[in-house]
């Protein structure tokens, strides 16, 4: 639409079903300050009375309709009104369709999910369309008269060359002389249309201009057009064979198409970003599956042998050996149970961050060393031999227990991968100011392909099918997170395959020993159990929870240490048992149905003191979130236990609500 045109109301004729996208587009227009009036056809029969009653200046279309679809509609576009613009405004269409409805006459298209590029595309629609004309009146009047020729290609803003017909210049308009960066006409007269043009496209313009000379027309040719400077403009060129004075000459139309090659370059970038992020959800889908599918394996390999050694025990048929080794398997496997959802859980921790560090001054090197002499078992099982070099005083100021996790993790690796008779070694000694724990094995190493994803999430070294070792691949992924939190760094010796591996822990040394808190202490955090078990004989205790197989087990426990435990499976039986019984201690469930532990334990502290509103609570629950655990604190709990819960553990947190006086108990 030109200057001229900007005050005249522009005429739209729109084929699309649904009122709200033809209403959402129309939005779109008026907000850029386009002017028009807008007709709204549903089917094939209005849209073709519609061009048949009054030729619009611009078709927008959808392209999926019930009676029509959208190449129907552009081919009865293109044969009753071929040089109106004709842009699909759809829903969804993909790349391959797209290039299909352009090649076949469409303008452009415009996905309604972006209607912002809508507007953009109408006006640069309309301005083609406009240049389009341009061009023909031109032509028509280049035959009618060379002086209405002169005029018009001396005031366009398309560069216009005349040519004979090898390619010398013969004249051309002041818009085609800054195109090849020259001063004048003079300059450009004479010499040939090559000497501008870029060199890889100089031999397709020659081609074409040959062409001309016989065929009498170029259609569309795009080359790059290089001025005096250096400059490179993207032109397209279309030319006629004309006869002046009565000689043949090349009349030739240069269009400057540099915003039409950034829309197309811009395009193919999302494009490729589109497929590029497609692939990605799929890689990211397939992951999560084949993640999925290693949590079940891990989880259920440990429940099969629980059954099973289960089902033996109770056949009464084991002997005194056979029931040892029965219920050595059960404890480790219920160990890598608790292992596995504690490791699911800090990665929760971590992408929420969440996890959190109660720190103090320790002995780092101290630390990795108890921490190793905690496999002496599995080390005895593979023959391997640990050798373990502390340097004495290596004091950090950082979290003990996340920190013996972190060794845990690294030396759990390096046990699980060294082969029997091995040697894994743990040392940590000073460098250049910062305490460096570094664990080394005599296995197969980490190969160079594994080496950049060895601390991301789910990875594996392995093949899910034909691993050899278990695992979630996430410990060394909270590794790295957990030392990246003690402000420390992790480092892995470049990979030499049957070299072994040698990861290292690099954190800042202390710069004194706080005061009241000794080097290697691990200071227990809110919550945490003393290892200390004293008799329950005289403590009454009220458990619930709605799984009966849980609540016996706890029961049971808590009766073999001398308590007198009673139960209830919900929170009004709970309540009711409360009322009646008035225990000492407290132990719930949250997750019940109809009423949840947070309820109840809200009800309880509701009463007065003395009808056992102040009574010692803990929170037992699989639920074992930062979060569930502050709100269960909130509740009215004195402690939170996530489930699965060590009887000794269960135990030992009963026995310190017991000793707790009840007037500092919290409400």
């Known amino acids: 639409m030109n200057q001229n045109d900007k005050d005249q109301e522009l005429r739209i004729l729109m084929l699309e079903d649904d009122l709200s996208d033809a209403e959402l587009s129309a939005r779109a227009l008026r907000q850029a300050g386009l002017k028009f009036s807008l007709r709204r056809t549903e089917d094939r029969e209005a849209f073709a009375k519609a061009l048949q009653d009054a030729p619009p200046d611009l078709l927008l279309v959808d392209y999926n309709l019930p009676s029509i679809n959208g190449l129907e509609a552009l081919d009865i576009a293109r044969e009753r009104c071929p040089d109106v613009p004709f842009i699909f405004v759809s829903g969804t269409m993909g790349e391959e369709l797209a290039i299909d409805t352009l090649k076949r006459g469409a303008t452009d298209y415009v996905l309604k999910a972006r209607l912002s590029r809508l507007a953009p595309a109408v006006r640069r629609a309309l301005e083609e369309a406009r240049l389009k004309a341009e061009r023909r009146q031109a032509e028509a009047a280049l035959q009618e008269s060379a002086e209405k020729y002169r005029s018009l290609v001396e005031t366009t803003a398309t560069g216009y060359v005349i040519l004979d017909l090898e390619g010398k210049v013969l004249g051309a308009n002041p818009e085609y002389v800054r195109m090849t960066g020259c001063g004048s006409i003079a300059e450009v007269r004479g010499r040939s249309v090559l000497e501008w043009t870029a060199e890889h496209g100089r031999a397709a313009l020659a081609g074409a201009l040959a062409q001309c000379a016989q065929s009498g027309r170029i259609r569309e040719l795009e080359v790059d057009c290089v001025d005096a400077r250096g400059r490179i403009t993207p032109i397209e060129v279309n030319a006629t064979v004309v006869t002046a004075n009565g000689a043949a000459q090349i009349l030739a139309l240069c269009r400057d198409i540099s915003q039409r090659r950034q829309a197309e370059a811009e395009r193919a970038r999302l494009l490729a970003s589109e497929r590029k992020a497609r692939a990605e959800a799929e890689a990211a889908s397939r992951a999560k599956d084949e993640f999925l599918a290693m949590v079940s394996h891990e989880l259920r390999t440990p429940i099969t042998a629980i059954m099973g050694w289960n089902w033996l025990l109770r056949s009464g048929e084991l002997s005194a050996p056979e029931r040892k080794r029965a219920l050595e398997v059960i404890d480790r496997s219920v160990q890598t149970e608790k292992q596995i959802i504690d490791e699911l859980l800090d990665v929760s921790s971590m992408v929420r961050r969440q996890l959190t560090l109660k720190k103090q001054t320790l002995d780092l090197g101290r630390l990795a060393a108890e921490t190793a002499a905690g496999f002496q078992a599995e080390l005895q099982a593979k023959s391997l031999r640990l050798v373990c070099e502390p340097e004495p005083d290596l004091l950090v100021y950082g979290d003990p227990r996340r920190l013996r996790q972190v060794f845990w993790n690294l030396v759990s690796n390096a046990v699980k991968f060294t082969p029997d008779g091995g040697t894994v070694t743990v040392a940590a000694r000073r460098a250049e100011g910062r305490a460096v724990v570094s664990v080394e094995d005599t296995g197969p190493g980490i190969s160079p392909e594994c080496q950049g994803r060895l601390f991301a999430l789910f990875n594996q070294q392995e093949s899910p099918l034909t691993r050899a070792h278990g695992g979630l691949g996430l410990g060394l992924a909270i590794v790295k997170h957990l030392v990246d939190l003690h402000g420390g760094s992790v480092s892995v010796a470049s990979p030499v395959p049957g070299r072994g591996a040698k990861i290292s822990v690099s954190l800042p040394l202390a710069a004194e020993l706080k005061a009241g808190a000794p080097a290697g202490a691990e200071g227990a955090e809110a919550g ?140």
């Open 528 to 667: 945490s159990p003393s290892r200390e078990r004293g008799p329950l004989s005289g403590v009454r205790i009220l458990v619930v929870d709605d799984d009966e197989d849980t609540r016996g087990m706890i029961a049971s426990v808590l009766g073999h240490c001398g308590a007198t435990a009673e139960s209830a499976g919900s929170a009004a039986e709970a309540f009711k048992a409360f009322q009646a019984s008035r225990p000492d201690i407290l132990i719930s469930d949250i997750a019940m149905p109809d009423e949840d532990g947070y309820a109840l334990i809200r009800r309880i502290r509701a009463l007065p003191a003395k009808e056992g509103g102040r009574v010692p609570a803990a929170a037992l629950t699989a639920y074992a979130t930062a979060q569930n655990r502050a709100e269960a604190l909130r509740a009215g709990f004195q402690i939170y236990l996530p489930k699965p819960v060590d009887p000794e553990e269960l135990v030992a947190v009963v026995h310190t609500l017991a000793g707790k006086p009840k007037s500092k108990s919290k409400a």
